[in-house]
């Protein structure tokens, strides 16, 4: 018996193992690769701003829009972590450790037995010294948690960042190149393969505008208006406020709503009222209008997508996942158009066949 193209068949044999092998060397890095690949698509116009002011030196003006990157979204990020970081060591401190909590917790029970409020609602009867105590002490120890896990993801965040800063820089000088190339190699229709990169182009830029910049105006609002209202550590509640901004539908209500429920129920009517009137008014609303603004119809994604690709993707890349779990999922959604396109036919008769 004689195997016919038996070096062809040796060959993708080699080329399947080979291309696994390093995709598994490639693997710890892909989030950043993916992220550094949406960089270079929005600071698109810098990089050809700097061509300009250097006269066409590709090169510095690479390096010079990697590092105006690294300004824009590397150091916020760790300027907002130090922030969190202090408040909730000073809360700790103030609040959790032994012999403080006690006073805390008969604090809390009795603006809750002062409310008349609470009183009609019957809930003086549900909180008890020994639950709310056993409550806090959870939300302590949770909180020094979180700090630890941070410290440790600071090194891997450091790393990734210089991933992030290289990719980027050669992704600026060869992206041309480098897009070029992989079409080429592609199977697919020009035409299909075209469609691919600009869906990959507007879902970056989409995300990008629509979700930074709306987190950010609704965790400022967030956090002044906790602020007015005499919430204590009224900068920490804002970055979280901005952190859960970027889950859609949800958003920041999971945090303004329940605070304006606590201050009702402890006595404060005014600053509760004035918390939910500004949640449902201004910070959910801004969402409704200067999303569809920034993003425009880039996104072409129904909101539960978009919903289910965020939360998604946090869960498989990290916190970076909410900017690339929506372009994964537009890209999908993509190549299944492309498939009804190209089998129209078929499935057409397919779905008319009887049995």
Not at 22 to 44: K, S
Not at 316 to 342: C, K, Q, R, T
């Amino acid at each position: 018996m004689q195997l016919k193209n038996y070096n062809v068949y040796f060959f993708f044999l080699v080329l399947v193992v080979i291309s696994a092998v390093t995709f598994l060397i490639f693997q710890p890095f892909l989030t950043a690769i993916m992220l550094a690949a949406v960089l270079a698509i929005i600071f698109r116009g810098p990089f050809n701003f700097f061509l300009r002011r250097f006269r066409n030196r590709v090169g510095l003006s690479a390096l010079f829009t990697s590092i105006l990157a690294v300004l824009v979204f590397i150091i916020p990020i760790f300027l907002a972590l130090g922030l969190v970081t202090n408040e909730i060591l000073n809360i700790y401190h103030n609040n959790f450790e032994s012999g403080k909590i006690s006073v805390l917790t008969n604090d809390i029970i009795s603006n809750v037995n002062d409310s008349s409020l609470a009183q009609s609602l019957g809930i003086t009867e549900l909180i008890t010294k020994e639950s709310l105590t056993t409550y806090l002490q959870n939300i302590g120890q949770s909180s020094i948690s979180v700090l630890q896990g941070a410290y440790q993801g600071v090194v891997n965040f450091i790393l990734i960042s210089f991933v992030v800063f290289f990719t980027l820089y050669y992704l600026l000088i060869n992206g041309q190149k480098v897009t070029e190339k992989i079409m080429k190699l592609s199977p697919l229709k020009n035409e299909h393969e075209q469609l691919l990169v600009d869906k990959f182009i507007s879902i970056s830029r989409a995300t990008i505008k629509g979700t930074l910049v709306v987190a950010f105006v609704q965790g400022f609002i967030g956090g002044l208006t906790f602020a007015i209202a005499g919430i204590p550590s009224s900068i920490l509640w804002g970055v979280i406020m901005m952190i859960f901004s970027v889950v859609p539908i949800i958003g920041a209500s999971i945090i303004w709503f329940p605070a304006s429920i606590i201050l009702l129920l402890t006595g404060s009517i005014w600053e509760g009222f004035f918390v939910l009137i500004v949640g449902l008014f201004i910070i959910s609303l801004i969402d409704n209008f200067l999303r569809p603004e920034l993003v425009g119809k880039d996104t072409q994604m129904h909101p539960l997508m978009v919903f289910f690709a965020t939360l998604g993707g946090v869960g498989v890349f990290g916190f970076l996942g909410f900017i690339l779990g929506p372009v994964v999922v537009a890209l999908f959604l993509s190549l299944w158009d492309i498939y009804a396109v190209e089998f129209k036919r078929q499935l057409s008769r397919f779905n008319n066949e009887k049995i």
